[in-house]
Antibody
Framework: QVQLQESGPGLVKPSETLSLTCTVS????????WSWIRQPPGKGLEWIGY???????NYNPSLKSRVTMSVDTSKTQFSLKLNSVTAADTAVYYCARHSDGYTPFNYWGQGTLVTVSS | DIVMTQSPDSLAVSLGERATINCKSS????????????LAWYQQKPGQPPKLLIYWASTRESGVPDRFSGSGSGTDFTLTISSLQAEDVAVYYCQQYYSTPPYTFGQGTKLEIK
């Protein structure tokens, strides 16, 4: 059974860079698409972007200028960096898997809360 | 961006009764040549990640009880729970994966027991 686990600092200072990693276990990272999705406390879901195992990326235009994603197939991990964060970036961040660019998210991590505060 | 609008925002239904949640997209998510609607439904319980229930607007994900069903085409979609169980209390989201970037979600519908 595929499992995804987010990891990274739970507290980030304003103007700094949020960095998270998603570790995939129980399955291959190859041939799948890997997304990051966030959810501010008490609010809805916002897709941040995806990375294909080959390294191809596709970002939400609303965040594109601040987002970088990368993948390490040898470690079965992929990562998110979001720079110049503000309090509005406080959210639970989820990683998720989908089969291609036009399929839904069928596996999700448990999520990790990142708070932006000084 | 395709805007997804759900109705109602919240809903209270008695145990054993039918629950209906609607989702409207700002443009069609039907890929005509494939005759598929690129629309999914998720269930999110408190403290948990969303769980995929329905994809292609009406196909149940493996393991999802058959009291959950999806219908609709083009821009108007419905998630129906035929006989509400206590464990169905959750927030439900629709999502389009027709046009990316970005994938977009509805604002969510909170389902409670009356």
């Amino acid at each position: 059974q595929v499992q995804l686990q987010e990891s990274g600092p739970g507290l980030v200072k304003p103007s700094e860079t949020l960095s998270l990693t998603c570790t995939v276990s129980g399955g291959s990272i190859s041939t799948y698409y890997w997304s990051w999705i966030r959810q501010p406390p008490g609010k809805g879901l916002e897709w941040i972007g995806y990375i294909y195992y080959s390294g191809t990326t596709n970002y939400n235009p609303s965040l594109k200028s601040r987002v970088t994603m990368s993948v390490d197939t040898s470690k079965t991990q992929f990562s998110l960096k979001l720079n110049s964060v503000t309090a509005a970036d406080t959210a639970v961040y989820y990683c998720a898997r989908h089969s291609d660019g036009y399929t839904p998210f069928n596996y999700w991590g448990q999520g990790t809360l990142v708070t932006v505060s000084s | 961006d395709i805007v997804m609008t759900q109705s109602p925002d919240s809903l209270a239904v008695s145990l054993g009764e039918r629950a209906t949640i609607n989702c409207k997209s700002s443009q069609s998510v039907l890929y005509s040549s494939k005759n598929k609607n690129y629309l999914a439904w998720y269930q999110q319980k408190p403290g948990q990640p969303p769980k995929l229930l329905i994809y292609w607007a009406s196909t149940r994900e493996s393991g999802v009880p058959d009291r959950f069903s999806g219908s609709g085409s083009g821009t108007d979609f419905t998630l129906t729970i035929s006989s509400l169980q206590a464990e169905d209390v959750a927030v439900y989201y629709c999502q389009q994966y027709y046009s990316t970037p970005p994938y977009t979600f509805g604002q969510g519908t909170k389902l409670e027991i009356k």
